[in-house]
């Protein structure tokens, strides 16, 4: 598996990944209206800003077979809102079910570590789902803290944020 970064010219890809590993995560958690609302297009536009006007500090890496067939990423950056005492954040990792539990995880998780420690970065958080388990005991098992836990928009959907501090 290699890791790289991710570029405009991967959007259709990444998108796909995100699509797809997005549903079989969030299908046993969100309303079957949410999950179906959610569109490939939909996902694709949210994509473009994110890979056309790189902000400073972003960085999207992803992981890609030997035959170029990109099976996961990781978006990271400049925490946002300046309320956690953290000053960067992992915004999302996903992947392909298929690939899950082989590792991929982990070194794009390092990946990260690094361009963010790179880039001055002293710490870093991430929100997950309270009832992502799978993703939470992975977090947990790379020495995740729990620091927080809030609604999402004026949904009773909880997610909860664990950080790293000392990078
Ligand atoms: C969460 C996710 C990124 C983890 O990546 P992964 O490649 O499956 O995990 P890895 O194989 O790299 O696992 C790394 C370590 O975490 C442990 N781990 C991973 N998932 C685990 C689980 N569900 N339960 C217990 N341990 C787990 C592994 O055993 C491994 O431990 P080791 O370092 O001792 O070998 C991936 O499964 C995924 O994309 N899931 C779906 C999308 C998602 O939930 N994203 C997060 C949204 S916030």
Redesign the pocket.
Known sequence: MNIRIGEIKDIKQLATVHYE??I??YKGIFSKETIEKRTYETVLEQWRPRLENKAVNYQCFLAETAKGEIV?F?ECGKERTEKYGVDGELY????L?A???????????YEVVEFLKEKGFQSFM????KD????R???E??GGELIAEKLIGDTDIVEVAYSWKNL
């Open positions: 590993s997005w079989s995560t996961a990781a999302t990792i996903y992947m079910e690939y899950q539990g082989k590792g991929i995880g982990k070194s794009l998780f991430l929100w997950v789902l992502n388990h799978s993703a005991r992975f977090y098992k790379l």
